[in-house]
């Protein structure tokens, strides 16, 4: 087994002139459209799948498994939560309607079954993410007390495992965000703000991302899966990959590939 783990362990005001208030008014009833507009589902795989573009967190926390590259099992894979003894009681419940749209939404390549354990912190075996709370999280190997996830990876982007540390009182949206999004799909933050709310993304990141936020995936997360899941791509395409695929966006600098 020990060999088996020999793999990647990672853990805007106006200046010048016044305004009158109705010229005031009209600026902010535009600003208020901006934020309204939807956001473009290009952009919505670059943020959640790449950690790239212009939708993705604004102090840059993008908290991807690894950056500019597809982080996911291989298709065709079975994943295991596995859940430990200290977690909150009716978690398995709530994670089990989180996994529920996996099967659909990736149009069978990927599916996830719950299942508690007697172990109060199981270790990932191959294609399993366990589930544990800790008092002090940095004790068990994250780097402060605000919990964390450990991947483990079988190659570039290539997920094998993974392990969520909660501390206490941690709600059940944050475990399903860490259990769900981040180390069963691979995804990574995108800004709540710029997609009209936390409400829009189970993976929404930003000051709001408490108050409302989305208790699993959403309409926004699922239509993003979809895409790349019904593409010919395969966890570890890099970003060049989702450009050919037309799945993204050019980026500003970003030239065209001759053809």
Not at 62 to 79: E, H, L
Request: hydrophobic share 40%; charged share 20%; aromatic share 4%.
């Amino acid at each position: 087994m020990a060999g088996l783990w020999g793999v990647l362990l990672v853990l805007a005001s106006g200046c010048g002139r016044g305004q009158t208030p109705t010229e005031s008014n009209g600026l902010a009833e535009t600003r208020r459209g901006e934020a309204r507009e939807a956001p473009r589902p290009a952009e919505v795989i670059d943020a959640l799948f790449l950690g790239t573009g212009p939708l993705i967190p604004r102090d840059g926390l993008t908290r991807c498994p690894t950056q500019a590259i597809w982080s996911g099992y291989p298709r065709g894979t079975a994943v295991r939560v596995r859940l430990g003894s200290r977690v909150p009681a009716g978690l398995r419940e709530t994670l089990e309607a989180a996994v529920a749209p996996l099967s659909d939404a990736t149009g069978g390549a990927l599916v996830a079954t719950v299942e508690p354990t007697a172990d109060p912190d199981p270790q990932p075996g191959v294609n399993e993410v366990t589930v544990t709370e800790a008092a002090r999280p940095r004790s068990a190997g994250c780097s402060s007390d605000a919990g964390c996830v450990e991947y483990r990876f079988a190659g570039r982007g290539l997920l094998m495992g993974a392990r969520v540390i909660g501390p206490p009182g941690r709600s059940f949206g944050e475990y399903v965000r860490d259990t769900v999004g981040h180390a069963t799909l691979g995804l990574c933050r995108i800004d709540a703000r710029l997609i009209g709310g936390p409400e829009n993304s189970l993976m929404s990141s930003g000051p709001e991302r408490d108050a409302g936020a989305a208790p699993g995936l959403t309409g926004l997360d699922l239509e993003a899966i979809r895409a790349v899941y019904a593409s010919s791509l395969n966890p570890g395409a890099p970003r060049s990959a989702f450009l050919a695929a037309r799945l993204v966006n050019l980026q500003a600098g970003q030239l065209p590939r001759p053809r």
